[in-house]
């Protein structure tokens, strides 16, 4: 695996997801202002089977997990973090390939 991009936030822990980033970044079309670095985000936290979620509302399909509720809120900051970075890489960048698929 190649050295990670010295302006990309680092991902905290695997289970941090970045999901339909189609529809997320269809928000962001070009010419509109992405949210400011001192922005401000509404989390939901969850407790399932022993460990914390904390989901951002804000960002559809941001979600960070956690061992406690502060590890989670934490880890969701480096999730809204990363949702925003890839947020600008893609806003002008056309898809390579559109796929429709079933889970």
Avoid: K
Wanted: glycine share 4%; proline share 5%; hydrophobic share 50%.
């Amino acid at each position: 695996m190649g050295a990670a991009h010295p302006n990309q936030p680092r991902i905290a822990n695997a289970c941090i997801a970045i999901s339909r980033a189609n529809a997320a970044i269809a928000r962001y079309v070009p010419g509109m202002n992405l949210p400011a670095a001192n922005a401000r985000f509404r989390i939901a936290i969850h407790r399932v089977q022993g460990c914390y979620f904390a989901h951002v509302a804000d960002l559809p399909g941001c979600f960070s997990r956690g061992a406690t509720e502060v590890e989670a809120v934490e880890n969701a900051r480096t999730a809204i973090r990363a949702y925003l970075w890839l947020a600008r890489l893609l806003v002008d960048d056309a898809a390579t390939v559109q796929l429709e698929i079933s889970a």
